[in-house]
Nanobody, 117 residues
C-alpha cells in the first residue's frame, strides 16, 4: 500500500512563508490528480489545492493567489508553496490523491502549520 509522508510544517508569523513537501512510497503520482488538504482545529478536512496529472492546478478561494502547488512525478513528490500566511491557515496539512481513496493511499500523519498573529 502507498505511504504518504508530509514535511515542512512549522511555526511562522503572519505574512511569512512555508514550503510543504510530500513523498509517496509508490508510483501513484503519474496517473492521479494530487492535492493538499488541511484540517483546522474543530473543522472538517478540506481540499485547498489540486494538481492534475498533466499539471493543471485549482485552488480554494481562501488560498488563491497565496499558495502554489507543484509536482515532480519522477521523484514521486508534490509540494505546496505557501506565502502571505494568515492565522486562519493554521492546520494540519496532508497530501493525497484527489479524490482521496483509502484503498489507494491512506492518510499520512500530516504536517502541522501554525501561523501566529
Amino acid at each position: 500500500q502507498v505511504q504518504l509522508v508530509e514535511s515542512g510544517g512549522g511555526l511562522v508569523q503572519a505574512g511569512g512563508s512555508l514550503r510543504l513537501s510530500c513523498v509517496a512510497s509508490g508510483s501513484i503520482f503519474s496517473t492521479n490528480a494530487m492535492g493538499w488538504y488541511r484540517r483546522a482545529p474543530g473543522k472538517q478536512r478540506e481540499l485547498v489545492a489540486r494538481i492534475s496529472s498533466g499539471g493543471s492546478t485549482n485552488y480554494a478561494d481562501s488560498v488563491k493567489g497565496r499558495f502554489s502547488i507543484s509536482r515532480d512525478n519522477a521523484k514521486n513528490t508534490v509540494s505546496l508553496q505557501m506565502n502571505s500566511l494568515k492565522p486562519e491557515d493554521t492546520a494540519v496539512y496532508y497530501c493525497n490523491t484527489v479524490p482521496q481513496d483509502s484503498g489507494v493511499a491512506p492518510w499520512g500523519q500530516g504536517t502541522q502549520v501554525t501561523v501566529s498573529s
